[in-house]
C-alpha cells in the first residue's frame, strides 16, 4: 500500500512538472535598429550579464567604421572618420584614439563567432544608446543622427544643461562646442560641453576665433595647451588677428560676424604660458590694416623687436606678396629660404602701403628698441620722407641719427 502511495505521488509530480514547462513563456530574440532601421546580422545578438553582445564585423560595418583584425594577438581594430577603437578578445580593456577604457563586458568567441558588446562599440564611435525592455530591442543612434539632434537642441534659446548632457559625449562635445560658440550660448552650457570631453586645441581655436574669453580660460585652466600642436603659434595667432566667423541669428539663419582682436585673450594666452615666438609679431607688421594697438601690445609684453624672422614678405617694384605661416614650402619654392630682420618687413610695408598704421608700427618698432642698422640706405631715406609726411617727430629723429637723409 505504501510503495502503490508513493508511484502514485511521483505520477502526479511527473505530471505537474510537465504542466509547469509547457507553459513557461518562450524567451524573445534580441533586435538592434541603427538609426530606424532593424539590422539583420550574421548571428544572433546575445544577453551576457546584463550587455547585449553582437557580432563584431556586423556591427561595426553597420556603423560605417572600416575593421582590422590581427588573428595573433586577437586584436580588434576599427576606424571612423577620426575615431579609431582598440579591443582584444578576451579583455576588457580596450582604447578609444589612444586613450586607455575598461569595457562593462568582455569580447568572446562562441561557436565561431566573435561577439562584441552593442553598447561600448556605438558609442566608441560617438553615436548612443537605449535599450527597449518591452520589445528587446538595442537603440542604436549613429553620431551622424546623434549631432543633428544636438543642433536642434543648442539652436533652442531656452536650452538647459539638464537638456543637454544626454546628447554629448566625448566624440562630438567639440562640435557642441563650436554650435554653442555659433549661438552665443550661457557660460553654463560652454560649462556642460567642456566636462564632456570638449577640451582640445581645435576646441581652443574656436573659442579663441570665437573672441568667447570664458571658454578659452576654462580650456587652459583644463591643461589645453596655448602652444597648439596643431600648428605652431596657431593659438596666438588666432588671438592676435581679426576674424569673420560663421555664427546664428536670433532667427536660427547663418550670418558671418566680425571678431576683432580681443586684448584680453591675448593676455590670458601669455599667462597660460604662450610662447613669445617671433613669427607673431612679424605676422602683426606684415599687414598694414591690422589694429596697432596689437603690435604695441606685444611689443609691452616683451616680443624682441630685432628679432630674426623667416622671409614672408616680398617687395619687387610697385607690387608686394604676403604669405602666411602656413605657406613656408610654397615660399621655398619660389623664393628660396631667406631671414630677414622684423624691421625690415615691417619698413617694406610701410615703403609700399604708407597708411598711418603702417608707420605707427614702424616707429613703435624703433621705440622699442629695434636697430635701424638692419636697413638699408635706400629704406633708411624712404621712411625718412614718409615720417616727415606723416608727422612722425620722434621716428624722424631716430632715421636721421641713423643717417637717413631727405630727398
Not at 196 to 218: C, P, Q, W
Not at 377 to 401: F, G, H, I, M, P
Request: with cysteine.
Amino acid at each position: 500500500m505504501k510503495r502503490t502511495l508513493c508511484l502514485v505521488i511521483s505520477l502526479l509530480l511527473l505530471v505537474s512538472g510537465a504542466s509547469v514547462s509547457a507553459a513557461a513563456p518562450s524567451v524573445p530574440g534580441i533586435a538592434v535598429t541603427i538609426d530606424g532601421k532593424k539590422q539583420s546580422f550574421s548571428s544572433a545578438p546575445v544577453m551576457k550579464n546584463g550587455s547585449v553582445m553582437v557580432p563584431f564585423r556586423n556591427l561595426f560595418e553597420a556603423l560605417g567604421a572600416t575593421i582590422q583584425y590581427d588573428p595573433a594577438t586577437k586584436t580588434i581594430t576599427a576606424t571612423k572618420d577620426q575615431t579609431t577603437v582598440i579591443l582584444q578578445i578576451g579583455s576588457k580593456n580596450a582604447k578609444i584614439d589612444g586613450e586607455d577604457t575598461v569595457m562593462a563586458q568582455t569580447p568572446f568567441v562562441e561557436k565561431g563567432v566573435t561577439y562584441v558588446s552593442a553598447r561600448f562599440v556605438s558609442e566608441s564611435l560617438g553615436g548612443m544608446v537605449e535599450w527597449d525592455s518591452v520589445s528587446r530591442t538595442v537603440i542604436v543612434k549613429t553620431a551622424k543622427a546623434v549631432e543633428g539632434d544636438l543642433k536642434k537642441v543648442i539652436a533652442r534659446s531656452d536650452v538647459t544643461p539638464e537638456q543637454l548632457k544626454p546628447l554629448l559625449n566625448p566624440q562630438n562635445s567639440d562640435y557642441a562646442l563650436l554650435l554653442a560658440l555659433q549661438y552665443n550660448r550661457s557660460n553654463a552650457i560652454i560649462d556642460v560641453i567642456i566636462a564632456a570631453g570638449s577640451a582640445s586645441d581645435f576646441t581652443l581655436m574656436n573659442a579663441i576665433s570665437h573672441r568667447h574669453k570664458y571658454a578659452v580660460e576654462a580650456l587652459l585652466k583644463l591643461g589645453v595647451s596655448p602652444n597648439a600642436t596643431l600648428l605652431k603659434d596657431m593659438p596666438l595667432l588666432f588671438s592676435t588677428e581679426n576674424w569673420k566667423v560663421s555664427a546664428f541669428d536670433a532667427a536660427g539663419n547663418s550670418v558671418k560676424v566680425d571678431k576683432p582682436v580681443d586684448l584680453e585673450i591675448v593676455q590670458l594666452l601669455l599667462d597660460y604660458g604662450a610662447e613669445k615666438t617671433p613669427d607673431i609679431l612679424a605676422n602683426a607688421v606684415k599687414y598694414s590694416f591690422f589694429n596697432h594697438e596689437v603690435v604695441l601690445f606685444l611689443l609691452e609684453s616683451g616680443f624682441d623687436p630685432n628679432a630674426i624672422v623667416f622671409q614672408r614678405v616680398f617687395v619687387s617694384g610697385t607690387n608686394i606678396q604676403f604669405y602666411d605661416l602656413s605657406l613656408d614650402d610654397t615660399i621655398r619654392e619660389k623664393h628660396g629660404e631667406h631671414y630677414v630682420p622684423i624691421l625690415v618687413t615691417a619698413s617694406e610695408v610701410a615703403s609700399w602701403n604708407p597708411d598711418m598704421v603702417a608707420m605707427k608700427n614702424v616707429a613703435a618698432l624703433v621705440e622699442h628698441g629695434a636697430d635701424l642698422s638692419v636697413l638699408s640706405q635706400d629704406l633708411l631715406d624712404r621712411l625718412l620722407y614718409l615720417a616727415k609726411w606723416r608727422e612722425l617727430d620722434e621716428l624722424v629723429q631716430a632715421l636721421q641719427a641713423a643717417g637717413a637723409k631727405a630727398s
